[in-house]
C-alpha cells in the first residue's frame, strides 16, 4: 500500500452533527455519499440512516418509508418473538427462511455543501426520499457521475422485493428528475461512467447471484441511459485475499492516460472492507488490464474500525487535481472521511495482465 494522506477533520461528517428529519428518529449513519463540484463548491450527497429512537421495555423498533404520508413509520417487534432473527444489527430476519423482514434503519438521500472539502453544512432538509412501493425500506449509496451539464444519480432502491437501483438527474441540486428502475434485484453498486465510449455508455455493476455465483463486478452498455444490455463479467473475487467475500464499484471511473482507473471496494471473507484499483481499457471498459495486489486503502484509524459496522472503509466519491486523488469514503457505516493518494503512485501499485 502506498502513502495515504487522511485528513485532520476526519471524520468530516458524522450522525451526531445531523438533526433528524423525522421525530422521535435519531440518525445513526451519515455515510457513502456521492461527490460532485458544482458552482465553486463540492457537494456531497449522503446516505443519511434514522432509526426509531430506544424503547424502555425491551422491544426492538425498526422502521418502514410510507410513500403515501412522505413519512417513515416505525414498528415495534418483541425481542422475544422466536419468529426473528435479531442478531445482525442492519436487519431484522425471518429466523425460519433467513430472508430480511425489516432493515434496522431507513435511508435517504440529504446534500452537504463545502468550499473546502474539509468543513461542511448539512442542508436541512431532505434531498431524495424514498417515493414508491420499491422503496419502502430506504434509497442508499448514491454515486454522482456528471455527463455535460447533467448530474446524474444512481442509489440502491431497498424494498421487501429487493435491492434494485435507482436512477435520477439533475442540472442545479434544486429540480430533479427520477427515471425509475434501471435494474432489478438483486444489484447494487452501480457506477456510470463520465462520458459515451463508442457512442454507448457504460456502467458498471454488482448483480448478487443467490444460486450459482459470487457477488463480483459486471459491465453493461446502454444508447441513452435507461435501457441497459450486453451484460458482461468483468472481474471477480480472490481466493484467500483482502477480496475473497464480495467486491463492487467504488467511485466513479477516472479517465487517465493509460485507460480508466476504477477504485473499487471489497471485502474479505470476515467482512473487513478496503479500498483497491483496477485499470480498464480505454476504448472497450469491458477489458481489465491490470489490477493492484493489495489494498491501497484499508481500514486503520479508530473511526475506520469502530462505529456502526467497523472495520469498513467505502470509497463512494473522488476528485482529481493534477496528481492528487481526493478520495471521498464511509468510514465504518456511519461517517465520512476524506484521504489523498497520489494518482501516479496508485497508478504503480498495478500489476498487468501478462
Known amino acids: 500500500m502506498g502513502h495515504v494522506y487522511r485528513y485532520e477533520e476526519n471524520p468530516l461528517l458524522t450522525p451526531s452533527g445531523i438533526k433528524p428529519l423525522w421525530?422521535?428518529?435519531?440518525?445513526?449513519?451519515?455515510?457513502?455519499?456521492?461527490?460532485?463540484?458544482?458552482?465553486?463548491?463540492?457537494?456531497?450527497?449522503?446516505?443519511?440512516?434514522?432509526?426509531p429512537l430506544g424503547s424502555e421495555d425491551g422491544s426492538i423498533l425498526t422502521a418502514?418509508?410510507?410513500?403515501?404520508?412522505g413519512k417513515a413509520v416505525s414498528v415495534r417487534l418483541d425481542s422475544s418473538d422466536a419468529r426473528y432473527d435479531f442478531s445482525d444489527a442492519r436487519v431484522v430476519k425471518d429466523a425460519r427462511t433467513?430472508?430480511?423482514?425489516?432493515?434496522?434503519?431507513?435511508?435517504?438521500?440529504?446534500?452537504?455543501?463545502?468550499?473546502d472539502g474539509r468543513h461542511f453544512a448539512v442542508d436541512d432538509q431532505a434531498f431524495l426520499l424514498p417515493a414508491s412501493e420499491l422503496e419502502t425500506f430506504g434509497v442508499e449509496d448514491p454515486r454522482i457521475t456528471r455527463i455535460g451539464d447533467t448530474y446524474c444519480i444512481t442509489y440502491s432502491a431497498v424494498s421487501s422485493k429487493g435491492v434494485g437501483v435507482g436512477l435520477a438527474s439533475t442540472r442545479d441540486f434544486v429540480r430533479t428528475q427520477r427515471h425509475g428502475l434501471i435494474f432489478p434485484p438483486e444489484?447494487?453498486?452501480?457506477?456510470?461512467?463520465?462520458?459515451?465510449i463508442g457512442g454507448l455508455y457504460y456502467a458498471l455493476t454488482r448483480p448478487v447471484p443467490k444460486a450459482i455465483g459470487q457477488p463480483e463486478i459486471w459491465i453493461s452498455e446502454s444508447p441513452d441511459l435507461l435501457h441497459w444490455g450486453n451484460h458482461r463479467f468483468l472481474m471477480g473475487l480472490r481466493e484467500d485475499a483482502w477480496?475473497?467475500?464480495?467486491?463492487?464499484?467504488?467511485?466513479?471511473p477516472l479517465r487517465v492516460e493509460a485507460g480508466w482507473l476504477e477504485l473499487y471496494h471489497a471485502a474479505d471473507r470476515n467482512d473487513r472492507y478496503c479500498m483497491g484499483a483496477v485499470l480498464l481499457d480505454a476504448?472497450?471498459?469491458?477489458?481489465?488490464?491490470?489490477?493492484?495486489?493489495?489494498?491501497?486503502?484499508?481500514?486503520?484509524?479508530?473511526?475506520?474500525?469502530h462505529g456502526f459496522f467497523g472495520g469498513v472503509v467505502?470509497?463512494?466519491?473522488?476528485?482529481?487535481d493534477g496528481d492528487t486523488i481526493r478520495m471521498y469514503y464511509g468510514a465504518a457505516d456511519t461517517s465520512m472521511a476524506c484521504a489523498e493518494l497520489s494518482l501516479s503512485d496508485v497508478l504503480a501499485q498495478l500489476v498487468f495482465d501478462t
Open 283 to 305: 476504448d472497450d471498459p469491458g477489458k481489465v488490464l491490470a489490477r493492484t495486489p493489495g489494498p491501497i486503502l484499508e481500514p486503520e484509524t479508530d473511526y475506520e474500525l
Open 243 to 252: 477480496d475473497s467475500g464480495r467486491i463492487g464499484g467504488g467511485a466513479v
Open 98 to 115: 433467513g430472508s430480511t423482514v425489516y432493515l434496522t434503519s431507513i435511508s435517504y438521500l440529504r446534500l452537504a455543501r463545502s468550499t
Open 64 to 69: 418502514y418509508f410510507e410513500p403515501a404520508s
Open 314 to 320: 467505502f470509497s463512494c466519491g473522488v476528485l482529481l
Open 187 to 196: 444489484n447494487k453498486d452501480v457506477i456510470l461512467f463520465p462520458e459515451s
Open 23 to 51: 421525530e422521535g428518529f435519531e440518525v445513526i449513519g451519515a455515510f457513502n455519499a456521492g461527490i460532485a463540484r458544482m458552482d465553486g463548491q463540492i457537494l456531497m450527497l449522503l446516505r443519511v440512516a434514522e432509526r
